[in-house]
């Protein structure tokens, strides 16, 4: 089967610290497929560069097969491969519903020239719901985005994602900063988009991350350094060496 997502010798340096180095590694459709590693291993810099927000010095990113390494956000975007964005790119002023209507218009390629037309439009509206919906958050929909709390923020930010269309999501720690009760939802949550969408996901919660992850790669200072399933990747004495130790016992 053709990976949805295929990256290879994928390299990036800022100055002489090569910050990913040689990453290669396959996102089959439909898999979760984590990518851990310690502080500082390179984790964000390669969702930046799978995302488009960051240029990569060398190496090829391939979405269902396409060449996507030289496109922008938007083009990558619009070709369905999302970033779930951080909880400041909110628009706290506006209704939750609004947040996630203009990620549909925007998809939808209208322009931000006119953001109030935004609050009637019906299509706008049914779709951000539907969104909203999905991450359970539609009884909030009137709220202002500034009003929620840190978990509810971070199910907002999938609705966002999920709201361009997306098929494979990029989440780069989602569960940052939430509780224990916010963090078990939102890993129902995510265990909930399996079944629709392709996900990379970067966590430090190794138990929300094994619960989750189909296949997973470990990153350390730039390079992968073991690649597979869960169990696989738990038992690889490299790993257990650089990085999981007794967090994996
Ligand atoms: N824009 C930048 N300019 C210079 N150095 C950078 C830049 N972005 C990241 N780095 C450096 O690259 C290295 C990797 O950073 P990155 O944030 O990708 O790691 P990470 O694995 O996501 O870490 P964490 O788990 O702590 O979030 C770090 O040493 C960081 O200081």
Do not use: C, W
Request: glycine share 10%; charged share 25%; proline share 4%.
């Amino acid at each position: 089967m053709t990976p949805l997502l295929s990256v290879r010798h994928l390299r990036k340096s800022y100055g002489a610290l090569a910050v990913t180095d040689d990453v290669s590694l396959d996102v089959a459709p439909g898999e979760l497929h984590a990518i851990i590693g310690p502080n500082g291993a390179g984790k964000t810099t390669l969702i930046h560069q799978l995302s488009g927000a960051a240029r990569s010095d060398g190496g090829e990113i391939r979405l269902a097969g396409e060449n996507i390494t030289r496109l922008g956000m938007v083009a990558r975007v619009r070709r369905g491969l999302a970033r779930s964005f951080q909880i400041t790119s909110l628009l706290d002023g506006f209704s939750v519903l609004d947040n996630v209507a203009l990620a549909v218009q925007a998809r939808s390629g209208s322009s931000f020239r006119f953001l109030r037309p935004v609050a009637g439009d019906r299509r706008l509206n049914g779709e951000a719901m539907a969104a909203l919906d999905r991450v359970g958050l539609a009884d909030r929909a009137g709220r202002r985005a500034g009003s929620l709390s840190h978990g509810e923020k971070r199910q907002l930010e999938l609705a966002v994602a999920l709201a361009t269309g997306a098929r494979l999501l990029l989440l780069d720690e989602p569960l940052a900063g939430t509780g224990p009760e916010e963090s078990a939802r939102l890993v129902g949550l995510l265990r909930d988009l399996k079944a629709t969408h392709t996900l990379v996901l970067i966590e430090h919660d190794m138990a929300a991350v094994f619960a989750l992850a189909d296949r997973m790669s470990v990153l350390v200072y730039g390079r992968v350094i073991a690649s597979g399933p869960p169990d696989a990747v738990r038992a690889d004495p490299a790993v257990r060496a650089a990085y999981l130790g007794e967090e994996a016992a």
